[in-house]
């Protein structure tokens, strides 16, 4: 697993969106032409009962009772799809049938209502698969959620609130531990920045790993030879100089300028002092 596998998309925002007014809608219909829908509810052991499992989520008592899951699925959905994409939806679905079918077996005889069981399922699923993946972003979504609803632990035990389902909070709490011990994620796959970090890397043919005697003292490398100094054809030394004096006449154009002798003729001379006479 690396941080390439967080992708964000719209759904990360229109899932959590969509589902908690999907739950005002319900909840206003039921207000508004008195549906009775309590009765859609899971009614802990009838057959009746067993269609509260599919339907009970969607269904809340009270404004508070409906304020109160809102807030939590908002945020919690919303976590479920951008870390762990490909078993959001499988876990919301599965969660909601799984944790209503505990709370069926369990529950008191009375009518069970609210998504706090799908609060469990997710608060529990995202916790626990975090800690177990030892992935760096998914222990410290982990450990937000600790944070954020920590609390809510004490509500899986009876007595601790009255008109509250702690049998659909326990059975939340129970399928999100069993969820993430089913759903698997990619194994955390820690980058190579470093040679000895790959898995082929050999000690004994490493350069510097080299260096280190039997008993891990480090070992100086030995001096080099001096380099010999370059001659040239007159076994002279050539300099810095030299070198840049070749490098510019090799270089630079070469132009050659021959001159050639050529005497003078005898009866050329001759005429030129018969001349040189009568001017005198």
């Known amino acids: 697993m690396t941080d390439n596998q967080f992708k964000f998309s719209p759904s990360v925002l229109a899932w959590p969106l969509y589902f908690v007014l999907l739950l005002w809608i319900v909840f206003w219909a039921d207000g508004k032409f008195h549906l009775h829908l309590t009765e859609f509810g899971i009614y802990?052991?009838?057959l009746k009962g067993l269609r509260g499992i599919v339907?009970?989520?969607?269904l809340h008592g009270s404004l508070e009772h409906l304020y109160n899951?809102?807030?939590?699925l908002l945020v919690l959905i919303a976590g479920l799809r951008y870390f762990y994409r490909k078993q959001a939806l499988q876990v919301i679905v599965y969660g909601v049938l799984l944790s209503g079918f505990i709370t069926w077996l369990i529950g008191r005889?009375?009518?069970?209502?609210?998504?706090?069981?799908?609060?469990y399922v997710l608060v529990s699923f995202m916790f626990f698969k975090g800690m177990q993946s030892g992935y760096y972003r998914l222990v410290a979504l982990s450990l937000l959620i600790i944070m954020l609803y920590g609390g809510m632990i004490w509500y899986v035990f009876p007595d601790i609130?009255?008109?509250i389902s702690w049998e659909g909070h326990l059975g939340g709490l129970i399928t999100g531990l069993l969820f993430s011990r089913i759903y698997s994620t990619p194994q955390y796959k820690k980058q190579i920045t470093y040679d000895w970090q790959r898995p082929d890397f050999d000690p004994s043919q490493d350069p510097f790993m080299k260096r280190f005697d039997e008993n891990g003292n480090f070992v100086n490398p030995p001096k080099p030879e001096p380099e010999k100094e370059p001659t040239n054809e007159h076994s002279e030394p050539v300099t810095q100089s030299s070198l840049n004096a070749a490098s510019h006449t090799h270089n630079a154009p070469v132009f050659?300028?021959?001159?050639?002798?050529?005497?003078?003729?005898?009866?050329e001379e001759r005429e030129g002092d018969t001349?040189?006479?009568?001017?005198?």
């Open 55 to 58: 339907f009970s989520p969607f």
């Open 44 to 46: 802990p052991r009838t």
């Open 69 to 72: 899951n809102s807030i939590p």
């Open 256 to 267: 050659r300028i021959v001159y050639n002798y050529v005497p003078k003729p005898e009866e």
């Open 275 to 280: 001349e040189q006479e009568k001017a005198d």
């Open 161 to 163: 609130e009255e008109g």
């Open 109 to 119: 005889e009375s009518y069970h209502i609210g998504a706090s069981g799908l609060i």
